[in-house]
């Protein structure tokens, strides 16, 4: 079995403050799946879950493999007998911003729950999200946009994709999510400063404002990017330009 694995943009992206009894921010995100490029998933029956990488035919060592994560939920919240082997032909570039592992998880467990006959109704969209990322339960929505909102959990379809044109820059720079909300965690002072409305107010009239935040989480990855990020992201001639999601993606936005 083969499955195409895609990425997504976030054209806006809301974290809000979190309180000390939340395990993880809170957002408000438009998310947009691109099918531009994808993984190539190859799934076959085997003794054990085993899952390979691959890149330009070369295997990549994963230390955080988000698939057996998927796995390993699976198997203890439904007590699955069958085990898989896996290997994802990598296109979608690593800790780009892109959701490249949260979309490969999100196919194996589509394609799992499926093969053991389970419905997809029976997950708790909400643990996933806290358990495993909040960007799965967009992937295993079918919408092509959506609004995504609390940890990522609430996915509410979003009519958008043939309204917004953009193109994607990718760098090749690997921003870890963790670090970037590490520094945003720093500042005890932290408070959101995109304007969902607005924001999405101009994606839909066309009319990019570059005096609107469109990602929180700009300025914290720039923190801990090389200086090259920031020297890409100047030479673009475009002025409307987003960092997407929390990677070193670069989107530009055409009017």
Same mark, same amino acid.
């Given at each position: ?161 043939? *309204? &917004? !044109?953009? +193109?994607?820059?990718?760098? #090749? =720079?690997?921003?870890?999510?963790? /670090? ?42 720039? *923190? &801990? !990017?090389? +200086?090259?990020?920031?020297? #890409? =992201?100047?030479?673009?001639?475009? /002025? ?16």
């Amino acid at each position: 079995m083969e499955i195409k694995s895609y990425p997504k943009v976030n054209l806006i992206l809301k974290i809000y403050p979190k309180t000390k009894q939340e395990q993880k921010h809170k957002i408000k995100s438009l998310f947009v799946l691109d099918k531009s490029l994808h993984d190539l998933i190859s799934i076959k029956p085997s003794k054990k879950d085993i899952v390979v990488y691959k890149y330009k035919n070369k295997n990549l060592m994963l230390k955080d493999c988000l698939i057996i994560k998927s796995l390993e939920y699976l198997n203890n919240k439904f007590k699955l007998t069958k085990h898989y082997f896996i290997q994802v032909e990598k296109c979608i570039g690593l800790m780009s911003g892109l959701g490249g592992g949260s979309s490969n998880a999100a196919a194996v467990i589509k394609y799992v729950m499926k093969n053991n006959k389970i419905s997809l109704t029976e997950l708790n969209l909400k643990d996933i999200a806290l358990n495993l990322g909040s960007d799965i339960p967009f992937f295993l929505s079918s919408y092509s946009s959506a609004i995504v909102f609390d940890y990522g959990n609430e996915v509410e379809k979003y009519n958008l994709f043939k *309204k &917004v !044109s953009y +193109k994607i820059y990718t760098n #090749n =720079i690997k921003i870890s999510t963790k /670090k970037v909300f590490a520094e945003l965690e720093k500042s005890n002072l932290y408070k959101s400063q995109v304007n969902f409305s607005k924001c999405l107010d101009s994606l839909l009239k066309k009319t990019f404002n570059n005096h609107y935040v469109y990602n929180d989480l700009h300025p914290y990855i720039l *923190k &801990v !990017s090389s +200086k090259k990020l920031l020297q #890409n =992201i100047n030479k673009l001639s475009s /002025k409307n330009k987003i960092i997407c999601g929390s990677g070193g993606t670069i989107l530009s936005i055409n009017e």
